[in-house]
Nanobody, 124 residues
């Protein structure tokens, strides 16, 4: 079975930092595009950052997090990371990791495997 488990969420004040992790199992990790998404109550799910599979090999960030967040992956241990610095209240959301075989997609519903999510709360 494919399983994605997020960890590292929590509550911080504005300007603080958190590091999220997502451990994957049941897949050949390097063959998947991997990404972080977030969803706040009443809002649409949005992509935060992604790293392409060994086929694509590209990295991208949402404009709202560029310069503050860093996405990375360790294929040896099938783990995805999101280093979040200079956090703002608008970063408050449930954060999910997801994977898609071979190719990334701009449509979040196309990402077939999802973790349970980890809550990030940033207070002013």
């Amino acid at each position: 079975q494919v399983q994605l488990v997020e960890s590292g969420g929590g509550s911080v004040q504005t300007g603080g930092s958190l590091r999220l992790s997502c451990e994957a199992s049941g897949i050949t990790y390097s063959q998947y595009c991997v990404g972080w998404f977030r969803q706040a109550p009443g809002k649409e799910r949005e992509e935060v950052a992604r790293i392409g599979s060994e086929i694509e090999g590209s990295t991208s960030y949402a404009d709202s997090v560029t310069g503050r967040f860093t996405i990375s992956r360790d294929n040896a241990v099938s783990t995805l990371y999101l280093q979040m610095n200079a956090l703002k209240p608008q970063d408050t959301a449930m954060y999910y990791c997801a994977v898609r075989w071979r190719l990334c997609s701009p449509v979040w519903r196309d990402w077939l495997y999802w973790g349970q999510g980890t809550q990030v709360t940033v207070s002013s």
